[in-house]
């Protein structure tokens, strides 16, 4: 991805110039977005200018070298017709188009582009008031427009002047410098938990966390707002209250791509992992692009801050390259080489060594902080996922001055549990069946709630699940989720939707997984009306005792919850699931004499 240096913002006023006859093509941006934050693009407000790049894809040879030539490009492939090769062309060609009307308004911009999607192209360029940046982002599509339609390039620069003439600069974006230490937290999976936890660590810490999530925006515990605050909404509501002490934010790639960042620095930034999710929509077609999309908040971390990266995972480890902060890396596994070069570059890394969470930094022993088994997010250790979540949150806390002994409490007193963290892997006991609650929404996820939930059964049990999950995953990712529970468990039922369809028939979505699962061996599997039907249905039937049923759980939670108590259930403590996991340990140790 290109960037380049701060340079001065468009004009607030275009400079006099003798108007030319002004171009007649009608010329609309598909898209003329405001990022009103660090953003993919820069690290300061930009424009996203869509553009209707139909005509210019499908230009003859020497149409395009022309162009190219009047706009004073050197080097750039032109392609054929219709090929990546000239989709790169095209977006190099408005990029240079943007710079050289800049110029045309006696000013210097620099401007990134790349191919978009549906014969479009998207460019970007930073922009300090709105009057202005909508002004000269409709300019430049019109001008686009007009050179593809045949005008001369001459003539389309020269109209520039004009086009900007007395147009009402608008609110000035300056965004401020946060008062307070920022936690940013992004990836695939895991951010809601982690994000919990940092901020349960700072209050361990004796300071007032305020932090913004998928569930809501919290003010030292206190839920002040329900729903998806993960973008930069969220960020500034945690921001403006003044009893908050530390900010943490869960940072969604929704939120980067349509409006930025909240904040334009961090003083720490966590990733926890990359993985295939909402691929396909908002521009984002690769796991590669998504983990450009995530780096933005590594790019903004201050020089003297940390950037806490996961070490298992190569997409996340090289944004290291992106940033001048110290490194943090994390690895359960304290033979990973990638540990060691956090060290050489000054910075410092956190693992496991006998089963007791460590930190290690050049020239100094490791400082236990506590071990595994006491901390009761990993579920005895059943939970991998969890595990590295612990490893993330404590360096954080700890990279913000939570002394050692606070981290430890903190880890200590904080469960996996609908107290703590509600809807990640909750797992309940009904008689001798246990039921896992979880939001298990991509692949990974699932894979995750799967290996917890086998964990949880007992000797002769049987593993059951429920499926579900939301419109917004793409097909080929339903089908894989479908065979990957067809493939692990003993019963499987799929669970339909009532809301979060996201623009899908009634019963798409069910056929995907059960196709999956038939591609696993699976046919037939029984179907139910929702969540409550699907886990009623397998409880009501003939699990044998010992068994767990992993339920993927969106819209029902609360019901699925108040029927589990219904029937005599409760909510597994520590200590129980710490014996239900050390029992199938022992079961799996006893099957290899």
Known sequence: MAHAPAPAAVPERA?????????????????????????LYFSRPAVKLTLDAAAALAADTSTVLEWQGRLKMHGVPVGLPGSPARADGVAELAATLVRRAASAIRTRLPAVAHPGDDDTVVVAFPFRNVGTAKAFGAAVAAAFGAISAGVPVRTVLSAIPGAMAGHDPGEEIRPSRPRIPVIAVTGTNGKTTTTRLIAHLVRAGGRTPGWSSTDGIFIDGVEVERGDWSGPGGAARVLADPSVEVAVTETARGGILLRGLGTPVNDVSVVTNISADHLGLLGVHTVQRLAEVKSVIVRVTKPTGWCVL??????????????????????????????????????????????????????????????VTQVPLTLAGASRVNVQNVLAAAAAALAIGVKRDQVAAGLRTFAADAEHNAGRLNSYLVGDTVVVLDLAHNEASLESLLEVTGALRAAGGSLAVV?????????????????MAAAAADAMVIAGKAKYL??????????????????????????AADELSALTLLLDGDLPP?????????????????????????????DEIAARVAGRAGMSTAGTH
């Open 15 to 39: 400079a006099p110039a003798a108007p030319e006859p002004s171009v007649q093509v009608p010329a609309e941006p598909v898209e003329l977005r405001l990022l009103t934050g660090p953003n």
């Open 546 to 574: 010992g068994s767990a049923v992993a339920v993927c759980t969106l819209e029902q939670r609360e019901q699925l919850v108040a029927e589990i108590v219904r029937r005599g259930g409760h909510e597994m403590t520590p």
């Open 310 to 371: 996961n070490a298992d995972d190569p997409l996340v480890l090289a944004m290291r390259r992106f940033t001048r902060a110290r490194p943090w890396f994390y690895s359960p596994d304290p033979t990973n080489p990638k540990l060691t070069e956090a060290l050489d570059a000054g910075g410092r890394a956190i693992t496991i060594v006998d089963d007791e969470i460590v930190v290690l930094a050049r020239g100094s022993d490791p400082t236990r902080i506590v071990p």
């Open 502 to 527: 996201r623009d899908r028939e009634p019963g798409a979505m069910e056929e995907l997984w059960a196709g999956g699962a038939a591609e696993a061996g699976i046919a037939d599997v029984p179907r």
């Open 467 to 483: 499926t579900s999950t939301a419109g917004d995953r793409s097909d080929e990712a339903i089908h894989a989720m479908g065979a």
